[in-house]
């Protein structure tokens, strides 16, 4: 199936359905998500950054496959890259629709802190690797994914709760808003644990069958709009494979699960990283690092910015608002609106 030979309009419808398949599939798995953590006991911060980070990165994982396997390892970098500055506007995006106040201001968790760190040393050692041109390699694998697949399961150990986290707690914490509904509401009163995680498979299935026509359609128009496979990969594909993050994202934070839909943005981050090292598995034409250039290198500097303005929020914890969201989140969307400016002109 080559997408290339369909005809623009037709990439562009199947693009959108399966942007709204991922929606739909992200919406019901951010709820199933949130019974099964009342059901378990798990910390929602780190059931966001496993169940939910992984499940919601599926598209990535799809479009990582794919377009390593169609050579195109620039749409890949810079889906991946773009990912993370994308995902953190998410969060902004969330903050203004389903928050009243300051989005940071309600997870004072130490755990987030802890992940948005990792999150900027993975990025930082992707960098590296990328404008050193991934000099140590062997069989089309390079060095830097696999120090990066280690932080990542570095990331997960940590997350989990126990006494290596940082010892300091938030003083005056609020308590979380949102509908606060329990963990036996209606669409899930009398559902069998077997049911309920049958039913968030079929949800991650269907999210990651979304994510690889998106990766198909993402290729296809990157050809056909003349617009480059990086800016494509950043500001298109990664839009549309981020579609579960800001649905879930949303869903979490209505269920007044706040702490939940930030780890599972950062969770999603770090994996976005990680998965350079499936990119190398998967790709024949050296390591995928190597051939990222100047617009993915700076979709990833963005998504270090953006990133270190959350941690500036998390720590602050301040209560202020502007145009309905903290001024952390303000300060992400112009970031990321003008390095999508700034992207545009680098093609």
Not at 240 to 263: D, F, H, I, R, Y
Request: net charge neutral; glycine share 12%; proline share 4%.
């Amino acid at each position: 199936m080559d997408f290339r030979t369909y005809p623009l309009w037709a990439n562009l419808l199947i693009f959108g359905a399966a942007a709204a398949l991922v929606w739909v599939a992200g919406t019901r798995l951010a709820k199933d998500a949130d019974v099964i953590a009342g059901r378990t006991k798990l910390s929602k911060a780190f059931l966001g950054l496993v169940l939910l980070g992984i499940a919601t990165s599926l598209p990535e994982i799809a479009t990582t496959i794919t377009g390593s396997l169609l050579g195109n390892a620039r749409l890949v970098a810079g889906n991946l890259f773009g990912g993370v500055a994308l995902q953190i506007a998410v969060l902004a995006i969330a903050d203004v629709v389903a928050v009243r106040g300051a989005l940071t201001y309600f997870t004072p968790q130490p755990v987030l802190l802890l992940q948005g760190v990792m999150l900027l040393v993975l990025l930082a050692v992707a960098l590296a690797g990328a404008v050193a041109g991934e000099p140590v390699a062997y069989a089309g694998m390079g060095l830097t994914p696999i120090l990066i697949a280690i932080g990542y399961l570095l990331t997960i150990r940590w997350s989990q709760p126990g006494d290596h986290l940082p010892p300091w707690r938030a003083t005056n914490a609020p308590k979380p808003e949102g509908q606060q509904l329990d963990h036996s509401d209606e669409s899930s009163r009398g559902v069998s644990n077997a049911r309920l995680y049958g039913r968030a498979a079929i949800a991650a299935g269907v999210i990651l069958a979304g994510g690889w026509a998106l990766a198909q359609t993402g290729d296809a128009l990157a050809e056909q709009t003349n617009l480059g496979a990086t800016f494509v990969g950043v500001a298109l594909v990664a839009a549309s494979t981020s579609m579960p993050e800001l649905s879930t994202t949303l869903a979490a934070v209505k269920l007044g699960n706040q702490q939940m839909a930030v780890s599972n943005i950062l969770g999603t981050n770090c994996l976005e990283v990680a998965l350079f090292f499936l990119g190398d598995a998967v790709y024949r034409g050296g390591p995928t690092l190597a051939a990222t250039d100047r617009g993915g290198l700076f979709a990833a500097t963005i998504g270090m910015v953006v990133t270190g303005i959350y941690l500036l929020g998390l720590l602050e914890r301040r209560d202020r608002t502007v145009l309905r969201m903290g001024y952390d989140s303000l300060g992400v969307l112009v970031t990321y609106s003008g390095g999508m400016v700034g992207l545009y002109f680098l093609r």
